[in-house]
């Protein structure tokens, strides 16, 4: 008999086992994001077939408005869970509020921030896109929870995931003793542990992952850097290929596979870059960094800022340790400018 057959609720249960610290309530709210996760994928995979990406003007033949897979996959996440008992509040890329649990429902002590389909643009074209999501715990007094309970540092968060909606579905998680991957079973609806304890390969595959389109707008650290990676420049007799699908989750996935190195700057026009601190780049470094790799802003580890507001953006470095610890060395020279 080769690998056991572990299922994601076997996994989980199995973890709880091991640390005490994870109660049920991991369990329970890690097994509706699976439950979750199955829905969007049946409508992800049906999306081209079902004509559910129309504007939000249009009917189906149910003459129920037609929502954009995005919402509709915001309303799943939240729907899927808002009973659970075991979350405070929640907020969504999809809702510039934050979400309170309704009152006919208890809350609980965490706290979950969900990009429900991320990269959405890109599903008519088939490629691969992605849910992200991060559960922190409540830090205020109430019972029910409040938007100061989901602006917390990337430090303080006691789980992140994403799953990948690709070739085939997979969910990734981890509750801060390793990375695990669990690919669906459509056949059966069911994830299963297809990636155990997950690590960034040493060394990785010289890849680096950005879009070139914004090089005119770089700063002159970031241009030298990838200048340097692609041996623009003669520094390099390795160079690097690119690989970039404008997917942020696939673009992680491969990273986290292969190792390598994703990368989302700032520039000229947006300083602060484009993807989402609190649901997007927090969840991923913690990942990355439990599978042996890092995130950074450029600067100072994602996981250490200190975030001010519910949807603030950040610039990305993210992949092999080596990598992002030599983009910091060559954004240096972009502060040292600054300072003059
Ligand atoms: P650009 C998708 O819209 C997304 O939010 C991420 O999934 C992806 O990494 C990024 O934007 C791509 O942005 O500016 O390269 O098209």
Redo the contacts with the bound molecule.
């Keep these: 008999m080769g690998t056991p057959i572990v299922t994601i609720s076997r996994h989980i249960i199995d973890m709880e086992r091991q640390f005490p610290e994870a109660t049920g309530a991991f369990s329970a709210i890690l097994q509706d994001i699976a439950f979750a996760a199955k829905l969007i994928a049946r409508e992800v995979n049906m999306a081209g077939l079902v004509d559910i990406l129309g504007g939000t003007d249009e009917r189906n033949i149910h003459g129920e408005e037609v929502q954009k897979l995005d919402a509709w996959a915001h309303d799943v996440i939240f729907k899927a869970l808002d009973h659970c008992g075991h979350l405070a509040c929640m907020a969504s890329e999809e809702s510039e509020e934050f979400l309170p649990i309704p009152d006919k429902f208890r809350a609980g002590k965490y706290v979950l921030l969900y990009d429900p389909l991320?990269?959405s643009?890109?599903i008519e074209a088939n490629i691969s896109i992605g849910t992200i999501f991060s559960i922190h715990r409540k830090i205020t007094e109430g019972e029910r929870g409040t938007e100061q309970d989901c602006i917390q540092p990337g430090r303080d968060q006691v789980a992140a995931g994403y799953v990948v909606y690709g070739s085939s579905t997979m969910l990734v998680y981890t509750t801060g003793h390793g990375v695990h991957g669990f690919t669906l079973d459509p056949s059966i609806g069911e994830f299963l542990l297809s990636h155990p304890d997950m690590k960034i390969p040493k060394p990785g595959q010289r890849i680096y992952s950005v879009?070139e389109g914004y090089y005119s707008k770089w700063t002159s650290g970031q241009r030298a850097f990838v200048d340097h990676l692609k041996n623009a420049d003669g520094s390099n007799p390795k160079p690097f290929s690119l690989r970039y699908t404008?997917?942020?989750?696939a673009?992680f996935h491969r990273t986290l596979l292969y190792g390598g190195l994703f990368m989302?700057p700032g520039d000229s026009k947006h300083a602060e870059g484009?993807?989402r601190l609190l649901y997007e780049a927090a969840p991923l470094a913690f990942m990355a960094e439990q599978a042996g790799g890092r995130a950074s802003t450029g600067e100072v580890d994602i996981r250490d800022v200190m975030p001010v507001s519910l949807h603030q953006r950040i610039p990305l470095y993210i992949g092999s340790k080596d990598c992002v610890d030599l983009a910091e060395e060559y954004l240096k020279q972009d502060v040292l400018i600054e300072a003059k």
């Excluded at 404008?246 to 989750?249: A, N």
């Design positions: 991320d990269g643009s890109n879009n404008g997917s942020l989750v673009d989302y484009k993807l």
